[in-house]
């Protein structure tokens, strides 16, 4: 069996060739277009929330609708 080979790690230089591979792997990322499927989700996505920011978001418990045994802030 081989001898694994030791390679040196220069703690300087480690993290500069990281960044530069993972901005090399983004760019390649981005820079591909979306799939067929995907582009048409996007933009029906995005015809949706056209239509909707008129409307008032419903996100949550209202005050009526809290329970009566625990306050506004969340105690019993």
């Keep these: 069996m081989r001898r694994p080979v030791r390679v040196e790690l220069d703690r300087m230089k480690f ?15 981005v820079s591909t277009p979306l ?4 582009a048409d989700l ?3 996505l995005s015809s ?8 008032e978001a419903d996100h949550g418990a209202s005050a009526a609708e809290t329970s009566r045994r625990i306050d506004r802030r969340g105690r019993r």
């Design 48 to 55: 949706d929330g056209d239509e909707r920011s008129g409307e």
């Design 15 to 29: 993290p500069l060739m990281l960044a530069g591979g993972l901005r090399a792997t983004f760019f390649d990322l």
């Design 42 to 44: 996007m933009r029906q």
């Design 35 to 38: 799939p067929e499927r995907l």
